[in-house]
């Protein structure tokens, strides 16, 4: 009976190291499917950009109103009419009616080429309508009754458009003259003074000013310190910005701009000038092409690395301040695990199964970290054994 119970306990043995061993050398693949994959190399900075500006004042004492002729951001010629300074206060309504005709006038003064570009329409009407009516929802929550006054009015003038439209009938246009005879009995109703601003220059016009227009130019963007920088970043916390109301508005150069950015040593290290890079910026929804311009001198272990671009961008164009990524290095492929390289009579590669086979895949690798790879897609015949879309690779 001890004898039976030894061998029992023995071929438990040799069945518990048998199976282990079986275990051992069968243990199941781990595979992965080759699929698309792009890394990229980015460092975030914060972001000051300059612009090339030419401020325009009036030559009152600053404390009217200026009711511009041209749209935000629209492209004007030197010695363009920008707008009207009124040098005292006028009501709601009356702005509301010099602005109507302001534009009746613009209209008037198009070539029938420019007037067929509007593609002036009852669609285009009822759209229209609807945006100011957005418009007035969001005046009327943050409390700007005057221009509630001003969008309805708007409102009024293309219902009136579109009645005239569903009755098939041609709307009344004043002629220049009578509009201009119009303006200027309302303005001497009023009993203020004004001046005609003009362009002094080329460029794109906007209203929005920020106090750093005489200091953020092509000059400083090219040639600040690290000290500029932060005496400059300061200056926008402590919110300093420009009081001065005879600065009514400004032409701004938009066929080039600058973003300077604040680097450590061990960042900046990676830039050189005449790089082409990529970056995104806090408020942009698209990428934007630039170069380095310049990297200043250190101070301590930092630097100040200017970026040009002739990329067009309305935020830019009225934002200062901002957060910028830089996409320094991009690279698209096949992602592969690290692990899963094998070198094979001299050449990188892995295996995949195909067809209940092993097969070994050539790869050429552009990119790899501790974890993965990221290896050239093989778009053409040149190498029929290169590693393909959705190949199932071998890992372990």
């Not at 938009?254 to 900046?268: G, V």
């Amino acid at each position: 009976m001890k004898k039976l119970i030894s061998r029992l306990a023995l071929l438990a043995v040799i069945v518990f190291v048998v199976y282990n061993l079986i275990s051992f050398y069968t243990t199941p693949e781990i595979t992965t499917v080759a699929r698309v994959n792009t890394v990229e190399i980015k460092y975030n900075f914060d972001g000051i950009v300059s612009r090339n500006e030419k401020l325009v004042t009036t030559s009152m004492e600053g404390s009217g109103w200026f009711d511009p002729a041209v749209p935000e951001n629209q492209m004007v010629k030197n010695g363009k009419i920008l707008g009207v300074f009124y040098d005292g206060e006028i009501d709601a309504d009356t702005k509301a009616r010099l602005n109507e005709i302001n534009a009746a006038i613009d209209e008037a003064s198009l070539s029938s080429d420019e007037l067929n570009m509007l593609g002036v329409s009852e669609d285009k009407i009822n759209q229209d309508i609807t945006q100011k009516k957005q418009e007035i929802i969001f005046a009327a929550i943050g409390r700007d009754m005057s221009n509630v006054g001003v969008l309805k009015n708007d409102i009024s003038i293309l219902l009136e458009k579109k009645t005239s439209f569903d009755n098939d009938e041609k709307p009344v246009v004043k002629t220049v003259d009578e509009l201009l005879n119009e303006k200027a009995q309302i303005e001497s109703s009023v009993n203020v003074n004004k001046e005609e601003i003009i362009s002094p220059c080329h460029g794109v016009f906007t209203t929005h000013l920020d106090g750093f227009e005489g200091i953020l130019g092509s000059q400083t963007a090219l040639s600040m310190t690290v000290d500029d920088f932060e005496a400059i970043r300061e200056k926008k916390n402590d919110g300093s910005d420009s009081k001065d109301k005879t600065k009514v508005c400004k032409i701004v150069d938009n066929s080039e701009w600058w973003i300077s950015m604040l680097a450590t040593e061990n960042d900046a290290k990676n830039f050189k000038i005449g790089d082409e890079i990529t970056i995104r910026i806090s408020g942009e929804s698209k990428d934007i092409a630039t170069t380095v311009k310049y990297i200043s001198p250190s101070k301590g272990d930092k630097y100040v690395i200017t970026l040009s671009s002739i990329s067009g961008s309305d935020y830019v164009m009225e934002s200062r301040f901002m957060n910028v990524t830089v996409v320094k290095e991009s690279y698209t492929g096949l992602e592969v695990p690290l692990s899963a390289i094998r070198v094979k009579n001299g050449k990188a590669g892995v295996y995949v199964k195909t067809e209940n086979t092993t097969k070994f895949r050539e790869t050429e690798i552009i990119y790899k970290d501790s974890e993965i790879a990221i290896v050239k897609m093989n778009t053409t015949v040149i190498n029929p054994n290169a590693l393909l879309l959705y190949d199932e690779i071998i890992v372990n």
